[in-house]
């Protein structure tokens, strides 16, 4: 699929977000009212800001409320319902801790609200039949470990963000297996998209159009395999095994953590790139592209 810019910034500083209130739901971060606001100000501004990107990707962003009318049977509807209760109940928790009251069960409910709205994010993709790389279990595990990962750093948990770096960078080598092996044997094939399989062996003719439109511009994307192996590599480095790496060998201050921060953070725009970039659509059959 071709990588909407909106969509990128929205599940990557979300992400972000709903992990660092993830993180001081659960206790982590210590210190005054001034700690607190610091904390909570970057919570809430990161997940506010992935949430304003997600309205460039609608079609009608004015009528954005529409989004949350559709939760017993749309992810994306859970979602929104979800988001808005993890912000509501981390700033109803986050105003008592500057206040100097910190409540652990309201800061476990916090938690929990922004887990699952990443969870949500991440079935949104995960439940799509129609991109056999996205639908697996390794989908959702990704997007939790990277929020968990880089709100750990944000968070100032290094021991946890290690396991976790650790644990998303192997998540995202056996989603790129699985998914490679998906794309090579596809459960759905030319001859069962058009159900002539019963006839032979067919072959694609001519394209559907003559001149591209709005499925070749969108849903059969294709990247070159050179770019995109190289874009793998660089997107695990800089979101995993540098900030692994570098955390393990050094003593982890300011300046050493908000580079750890800004390396995770530019690896995870580039893998995110990569995930949308080579998730193809099944309607590819009918261009010769799948």
């Given at each position: ?85 993890a912000i509501s109940v981390f700033a109803a928790y986050a105003l008592l801790w500057i206040l100097g009251l910190r409540l652990a069960p309201l800061g476990a409910l916090a ?89 032979g062996a067919p072959r694609l003719l001519a394209p559907p159009h003559t001149g591209p439109n709005y499925v070749t511009r969108e849903m059969v994307h294709v990247i070159g ?66």
């Amino acid at each position: 699929m071709h990588p909407a810019p909106s969509i990128i910034v929205f599940t990557v500083l979300s992400g972000l977000g709903f992990g660092l209130m993830a993180w001081l739901g659960a206790g982590a971060a210590h210190g005054g009212p001034l700690v607190a606001a610091a904390f909570a100000a970057l919570a809430l501004g990161l997940a506010g800001a992935g949430l304003l990107a997600s309205l460039l990707h609608l079609g009608q962003p004015r009528r954005f409320l529409r989004a949350f009318s559709q939760w017993r049977s749309s992810w994306l509807s859970r979602e929104a319902v979800l988001a808005v209760a993890a912000i509501s109940v981390f700033a109803a928790y986050a105003l008592l801790w500057i206040l100097g009251l910190r409540l652990a069960p309201l800061g476990a409910l916090a938690a929990a609200l922004a887990l699952a709205a990443v969870f949500c994010t991440a079935m949104i993709y995960a439940q799509m039949r129609t991109v056999p790389r996205w639908r697996s279990p390794l989908t959702p595990a990704i997007f939790l470990l990277s929020a968990l990962a880089g709100g750990a750093l944000l968070a100032d948990a290094i021991p946890a963000a290690q396991v976790l770096l650790a644990a998303l960078a192997l998540a995202q080598l056996a989603a790129w297996a699985r998914g490679d092996r998906a794309v090579a044997a596809p459960d759905t094939t030319l001859a069962s998209a058009t159900g002539l399989g019963g006839l032979g062996a067919p072959r694609l003719l001519a394209p559907p159009h003559t001149g591209p439109n709005y499925v070749t511009r969108e849903m059969v994307h294709v990247i070159g395999r050179r770019h995109a192996a190289r874009l793998r590599a660089a997107g695990l480095a800089l979101a995993a095994i540098l900030p692994l790496a570098v955390s393990v060998a050094l003593p982890v201050g300011h300046l050493v953590g908000a580079a750890l921060v800004l390396s995770h953070l530019a690896g995870m725009l580039v893998l995110r790139w990569i995930f949308f970039a080579e998730a193809e659509h099944v309607v590819g059959l009918y261009y010769g592209r799948l």
